[in-house]
Nanobody, 113 residues
Framework: QVQLVESGGGLVQPGGSLRLSCAAS????????MNWYRQAPGKERELVAR????????YYPDSVKGRFTISRDNIKNTVLLQMDSLKPEDTAGYYC??????WGQGTQVTVSS
């Protein structure tokens, strides 16, 4: 069965960096677009990064463009989210997603001094 397991969240000061990882299994990883979403309490879920199966195409919304970088390793079946210049408004649960219906359990990112 499809499994997505996120790791790497934590508490970081404004301006700091974190790298999230999502380990995937149960499907042909390189065939699928992978997404990172986030959701803060009381707010709608937001797509923060997307990467094509080959890794050759990425997408970021304006809210994170230039600060977040998504990448993937199709040998290790992992997708990474490098987050730099973090802001308090980046505080949220971050979730790995594929094929619209498969989700990881999430990892919490808190940006606070």
């Amino acid at each position: 069965q499809v499994q997505l397991v996120e790791s790497g969240g934590g508490l970081v000061q404004p301006g700091g960096s974190l790298r999230l990882s999502c380990a995937a299994s149960g499907f042909t990883f390189s065939d699928y677009v992978m997404n990172w979403y986030r959701q803060a309490p009381g707010k709608e879920r937001e797509l923060v990064a997307r990467i094509s199966g080959s890794g050759g195409s990425t997408y970021y919304p304006d809210s994170v463009k230039g600060r977040f970088t998504i990448s993937r390793d199709n040998i290790k079946n992992t997708v990474l989210l490098q987050m730099d210049s973090l802001k308090p408004e980046d505080t949220a649960g971050y979730y790995c997603n594929t094929a619209s219906i498969y989700w990881g359990q999430g990892t919490q990112v808190t940006v606070s001094s």
